[in-house]
């Protein structure tokens, strides 16, 4: 006959084992799993200075369970220098400050941004409530979002007289000659978009390039000197490489 002791021991054991699977709503595969989604996330919004940012391993991104709920404590790690150079440029344009504080954007003051988010389990995703502009974590999104968009208005720009040392991957120009090629024609110049890209590609870094498309598409950034530069500096080599618009 069996002991009776070992019976209820064992009888103890499953039911701690149960209790814990019962509140552990979280696993280490999930936390992992989160912190993917939201680098995911930062990346998703095409902000080319902040997939840099992410890539260089510059700003970063912590994901720990909240206790034993289905929650979590988000926490974004940003460089005191870019926090810095952002809120410098915004300072010589407190106009666009004050327009973007309007719309509820403001720029970090320090270099830790903490947020508590739920969790939904089936999908695994924060709970829509959190990623709201009005919750914590949606408020540190869009700050992280305007510092790096800020930056790419600095970083894009070219400064005169000098040489790009970054060959471009063979994509790039491939990529950069079938845009010419869909914009500009010659009657003079068989390989006058290979003569424009090669042109901009010594003038021009692959990751400014991609700031200034970037730039290209925000209707904040239209008139900004990187732009005006870039745009100079394209019309030149448009003359020089005798391209003119279809």
């Known amino acids: 006959m069996r002991n009776p002791m070992f019976r209820h021991l064992v009888f103890a054991i499953l039911s701690i084992i149960s209790f814990n ?10 936390i992992v799993q989160l912190k993917v989604n939201e680098e995911a996330h930062l ?17 970063s991104v912590q994901v720990k369970q909240l206790d034993d709920t289905c929650g979590v404590t988000i926490t974004y790690r940003l460089p005191d220098e870019d926090i810095a150079e952002a809120n410098k440029l915004l300072d010589s344009n407190p106009a666009k400050r004050i327009m973007l504080a309007g719309q509820g954007y403001v720029l970090p003051t320090q270099s830790t941004l903490i947020a508590n988010a739920g969790v939904n389990l089936n999908p695994l995703s924060i709970k829509h409530q959190d ?6 974590l949606g408020r540190n999104r869009a700050s992280v979002e305007l510092l790096y968009a800020t930056l790419a208005q600095t970083r894009a720009v070219i400064i005169p007289n000098t040489k790009n040392t970054e060959p471009w991957p063979m994509s790039l120009m491939d990529q950069e000659k079938s845009l010419c090629e869909s914009l500009y024609t010659s009657d003079s110049n068989q390989s006058a978009c290979t003569c424009k890209a090669d042109a901009i590609s010594k003038k021009v870094s692959p990751r400014q390039l991609r700031y200034i498309k970037y730039l290209q598409n ?3 950034s239209s008139t900004t000197s990187a ?6 500096l394209s019309e030149q080599v448009n ?3 005798k391209l003119i618009k279809r």
């Open 21 to 30: 699977n019962a509140y552990a709503c979280l696993d280490d595969k999930a």
């Open 43 to 59: 990346i998703s919004r095409n902000v080319a200075t902040m997939t840099d940012a992410i890539e260089d391993k510059l700003l």
């Open 131 to 136: 990623i709201l502009q009005s919750a914590d």
């Open 218 to 220: 925000d209707p904040y």
């Open 227 to 232: 732009l005006a530069i870039y745009r100079d």
């Open 239 to 241: 003359f020089e490489c």
